[in-house]
């Protein structure tokens, strides 16, 4: 699965590219090899970044599904007790 940007995300990323370079680096950075760069990066790191954050994913859902057992949970077969409960605060 390839990782791709709406046109208006990766105009923004080509830009913010062109502009790293240009303040950060000797020379400055053209707007065709600036996504270059960025296809690049989206097709080698992207997928280590994706899957990492699956795995994020993957681990809080489990977490939230173990808790469910204790907010859902419903104590079984509670008539009788509560029938007991009821009579002895009749008497």
Same mark, same amino acid.
Request: with cysteine; net charge negative; proline share 2%.
């Given at each position: 699965? #390839? $990782?791709?940007?709406?046109?208006?995300?990766?105009?923004?990323?080509?830009? #913010? =590219?062109?502009?790293?370079?240009?303040?950060?680096?000797?020379?400055? $950075?053209?707007? =065709?090899?600036?996504?270059?760069?960025?296809?690049?990066?989206?097709?080698? =790191?992207?997928?280590? =970044?994706?899957?990492?954050? !699956?795995?994020? !994913?993957?681990?809080?859902?489990? !977490?939230? $599904?173990?808790?469910?057992?204790?907010?859902?949970?419903?104590?079984?077969?509670?008539?009788?007790?509560?029938?007991?409960?009821?009579?002895?605060?009749?008497?």
């Amino acid at each position: 699965m #390839s $990782i791709q940007l709406s046109k208006e995300a990766r105009a923004e990323a080509v830009t #913010s =590219i062109e502009r790293y370079f240009a303040e950060n680096m000797d020379e400055r $950075i053209g707007n =065709i090899a600036a996504g270059a760069l960025l296809g690049f990066f989206l097709e080698e =790191i992207g997928p280590c =970044i994706y899957n990492q954050a !699956v795995t994020d !994913v993957q681990e809080k859902l489990q !977490v939230r $599904i173990a808790e469910l057992d204790l907010e859902a949970h419903e104590d079984e077969f509670q008539y009788w007790p509560r029938q007991a409960k009821a009579a002895k605060g009749r008497r």
